[in-house]
């Protein structure tokens, strides 16, 4: 008698509404069959019965058993139905060799919910040359002085005491420099002990939303806006609210008319990421007093407020009010180099515990000998050296790069430039924009689509292009390449 597989064994599929079904069911399918739950010739109900057993779309049933019949698991026969194969694919049948890892992959057990949730995200880097010209938030890594700075290494890297374990919130000399540069040139309201040092921007937004954020909290993001920041709060199980621009920055009226009560905002007021509005105090102080009668957390993404070109740049949220509900957020990523992995947190005193703590779970003291040399680097001036020639030196890239593409590209391509940061936009309507991004690195040439920058639906397409780590030349062919591209 040909078994068959029942109505109360799918009662066992476990399927997350809020998860992928399509990999859910694939997965659960799949490891009952390695397993030996599901035996050779076990005959599977239609697929509509299986839809309405589970209560899942038709399709993405019929989208599962195609896949599991094209891998060999499952077979068709015409006018009889579909039936577990009966002999599994030879990459699950071999107990070795190049074919182990497909066989593990399939046969382990399940992930976490987390698991599965963020291997859905756009995500890993890996595969890329970072280092091409226009690759966004890319500096200028030939101006960096690494004279000095070995020099500073040289001076730490023998140090016993930063051999061993440090405090995971910080090494206190780098806080101490930090704080102080922060209270200057931006104007924060904060000590030493409000400094938690991470490693990186990223994590930092990880500390927030794992801090902040409890699973169906309502969280306030920028539409368009920084995509690691949505992947972040999308891991805390948190409900994304896009708001709007106005003027190339958060539209801060069309936020407290809204009626919805959210746990937090994330924002980059000084430099929106990535249409590079600014937004102006009168419009901050609107937005603390909203946030502070909401119970409001705001994350604070001081992005790109080094480099202002024309304009000392507004001064920080988190320091225009005595208690201002503020987390802010900092990286030495583009005002040094990305690979050291150094970003900076700002919290209120009460809430350092808290965050000191998650960041000694999450991943414990960021590097003693690195944070040792960048505390050199700030007290000894040559960091307000460096970003003074870098700020020069962006400017006249900037004023280069946007009088090539006002001359030259064709229309209805426009530029959306503001005098701050290290990267502009190009608006190309009527192009597919994540096509146009791949042509160009067929040339040597990156860049970031806009498109991918919407959470829901695509608003604008064009082109996001950091300009910092780029030559005269290398420039001029960009805008070259990219016009050929836009008239075909």
């Not at 195609?66 to 699950?92: I, R």
């Not at 102080?285 to 000392?312: H, P, R, V």
């Not at 991943?363 to 020639?389: I, Y």
């Amino acid at each position: 008698m040909v078994p068959v597989l029942t109505s109360h064994e799918l009662a066992d599929l476990n399927l997350d509404p809020g998860q992928p079904l399509q990999s859910q069911l694939y997965r659960q399918l799949v490891r009952w069959i390695c397993v030996g739950r599901l035996a050779a010739g076990t005959k599977l109900p239609s697929s509509r019965r299986l839809a309405e057993s589970l209560a899942i779309s038709r399709n993405t049933v019929t989208q599962v058993l195609d896949q599991m019949k094209a891998e060999g698991f499952l077979t068709s026969y015409p006018g009889k139905g579909v039936f577990v194969s009966p002999k599994l694919p030879s990459y699950v049948e071999k107990p070795e060799g190049q074919d182990w890892q497909a066989q593990s992959n399939r046969c382990l057990p399940p992930l976490s919910d987390y698991g599965d949730l963020v291997q859905a995200f756009p995500g890993s880097r890996e595969n890329e040359d970072l280092l091409i010209p226009f690759t966004p938030g890319l500096p200028d890594l030939n101006a960096f002085p690494f004279t000095i700075w070995n020099k500073l290494y040289r001076r730490h890297q023998s140090r016993l005491a930063l051999a061993g374990y440090g405090q995971s919130q910080g090494y206190l000399p780098l806080r101490q420099a930090l704080a102080e540069y922060l209270r200057n040139s931006r104007g924060l309201r904060c000590n030493a002990e409000q400094v938690i040092i991470t490693n990186g921007a990223q994590e930092a937004l990880n500390l927030c939303a794992q801090v902040t954020v409890n699973r169906g909290d309502r969280v306030y993001i920028e539409n368009p806006g920084y995509r690691r920041a949505r992947s972040a709060f999308l891991a805390v199980g948190a409900k994304l609210m896009p708001v709007s621009l106005a003027d190339k920055h958060l539209d801060v009226d069309k936020l407290v008319k809204s009626a919805k009560k959210a746990k937090l905002l994330f924002i980059t007021p000084t430099h929106q990421y990535p249409m590079g509005g600014v937004m102006p105090a009168s419009e901050r102080i609107k937005l603390l007093d909203w946030a502070t009668q909401m119970g409001c957390w705001i994350i604070e993404d001081d992005y790109d407020s080094e480099f202002s070109f024309q304009n000392k740049p507004v001064a920080a949220l988190q320091g225009m009010g005595e208690k201002t509900p503020v987390l802010y957020m900092g990286s030495f990523s583009k005002t040094l180099l990305p690979g050291l992995r150094l970003g900076y947190l700002v919290t209120p005193s009460s809430t350092v515990p808290a965050f000191a703590q998650a960041k000694e779970m999450l991943s414990g003291h960021s590097p003693l000998v690195t944070q040792a040399v960048v505390a050199d680097f700030l007290n000894e001036g040559h960091f307000v050296r460096h970003l003074q020639k870098m700020r020069a030196s962006y400017m006249q890239k900037w004023e280069h790069f946007c009088q090539l593409i006002r001359d030259t590209l064709p229309s209805p391509a426009r530029l959306i430039a503001s005098s701050t940061g290290m990267h502009l936009v190009i608006s190309t309507p009527g192009h597919d924009d994540i096509t146009l991004s791949k042509k160009l690195r067929s040339h040597g040439l990156g860049s970031t689509p806009l498109s991918l920058f919407f959470p829901n639906k695509v608003e604008n397409t064009g082109l996001v292009l950091g300009f910092a780590n780029t030559e005269h030349k290398q420039r001029e062919e960009c805008v070259k390449v990219l016009t050929k591209l836009l008239e075909k």
